[in-house]
């Protein structure tokens, strides 16, 4: 259930009371906290033995922080459901689209592409769900990359410029005019056998940047 966000992405988090499945909460910025473009993404884990799953209650919690903005859920929720491929359902998978369809959340998952890899006796299963609010562009795919577990990564990309990192500005040094300046000022130290430096490390710190 944890959530990582980019180091040049502005995010920020929202610490909720845990109960039933553990989740984490994450606001990511548009310009700042509270902002009409700011997208809301609840990471979500439910026990394969979980009884309390309580589904309404984190999805409340959720939507009413969030309001009027877009709500991304996501996580491996364990409820199975024949929505999303599986061959029988528990209470919690009849639970769970219920409370999405009350909350007018949006299903990404294509039902017949599995998340998470079967075994000899079971068929390839889907416990890793998503759902999403508001009208925004968006797509769903299995990446096929699984880093060492049975789950696959899922891809989950939101086209337009609100969410974009801006990045900052690359500055490219010359090589060989930082090696050519240094040489010259190491030149007359070493004839003159001094070891002292001859300039503070202001006025080095200026010619570096100069040579830049």
Request: glycine share 8%; aromatic share 8%.
């Amino acid at each position: 259930m944890a959530v990582l966000v980019r180091s040049n992405v502005a995010a920020t988090q929202h610490v909720t009371s845990q109960g039933g499945c553990e989740h984490t909460q994450v606001e990511i910025l548009r310009r700042e906290i509270g902002s009409s473009d700011n997208l809301f993404v609840m990471s979500e884990y439910c026990r394969p033995s979980q009884r309390q799953y309580e589904f309404e209650r984190i999805v409340n919690k959720v939507k009413g922080l969030a309001q009027t903005r877009p709500v991304l859920i996501l996580g491996d929720f364990n409820a199975p459901q024949t929505t999303w491929g599986y061959k029988f359902q528990f209470k919690s998978g009849k639970a769970l689209p219920k409370v999405m369809e009350d909350h007018e959340m949006a299903f990404l998952n294509e039902p017949d592409v599995t998340a998470r890899r079967g075994s000899s006796v079971a068929r390839d299963p889907t416990p890793d769900l998503s759902w999403l609010s508001s009208t925004l562009d968006v797509s769903w795919g299995r990446e096929g990359v699984y880093l060492g577990s049975d789950h696959s990564m899922i891809g989950i990309t939101i086209r337009g410029s609100r969410y974009r990192a801006v990045l900052g500005t690359a500055q490219i040094t010359d090589w060989d005019n930082m090696r050519k300046f240094t040489q010259e000022q190491k030149g007359p130290e070493e004839e003159s056998g001094q070891a002292e430096t001859q300039c503070t490390y202001t006025e080095w710190a200026r010619d570096q940047k100069n040579v830049l």
